[in-house]
């Protein structure tokens, strides 16, 4: 059998499984730390986004507005070959970890800042009636409330970042797509190399998936 899914590629890319499995657990690395960054900028940025502070709330446009309207990968070839330029140098995995956080976590600002906004302005008023500070009240009061409403969406971004961890492979950064086309490139079996990429990521991203879909759900019923 001869095509471009024939058994014997099969069984070169099974010989050489471990190739895989190194990019699938960089994948993975790369997507909880850029996770955790994502969440990190997003909770402080979209904090500053939901203030009366209009100097905050610029800082907050700035960021979100140039980060989304910019496409990720000219924001990783910005980080990869522009810091060496000031002085900084990155390992790719760095360099792909900073690019989907901060990429992410503008989007991460937005669902943060819409969840502030859901919780009820009567909210505020009474912790700051009761001694908080504005910033004690956010969080203490405001985000333990709006990070129920703004669970499923996140989940959702979560999936949307492993997803695109894979532009590393214009880097060489070592993840599963840099991986599935460098073997691929070797003997020119690209149809084994992309199959078993594609199923590798929806073992990733179905389960978080169905866990948004499952939580939305769980919204409706309960609202």
Known sequence: MTGPFAWFKWQALFSDWIIFAEGFLTTVMVSVLGLCLALALGV????????????????????????QNTPLVIQVFFVYNGLPHIGLML????????????????YIAEVVRAGI????????????????SYWGAMRHVILPQAARVVLPPLTNQAVSLIKN???????????????????????????????TAGLLYLLLCFPLAQLAQYLERKMEVSA
């Not at 402080?44 to 980060?67: D, M, P, Q, W």
């Not at 492979?169 to 070797?186: E, F, K, N, Q, V």
């Open 117 to 132: 906004q859901a919780i009820h302005r009567g909210q505020m008023e009474a912790a700051l009636s009761q001694g908080f």
């Open 165 to 195: 961890t894979s532009v590393l492979a214009m880097i060489a950064g070592g993840d599963l797509m840099y991986r599935a086309d460098s073997w691929s490139a070797g003997n020119i079996y690209y149809g084994p190399a992309y199959v």
């Open 44 to 67: 402080v940025f979209g904090v500053l986004g939901s203030t009366h502070l209009k100097l905050f709330r610029a800082i907050n446009r700035v960021y979100v507005e140039f980060i």
């Open 91 to 106: 390992p790719v995995f760095s360099v792909g970890v900073l690019g989907v956080g901060v990429y992410h976590g503008a």
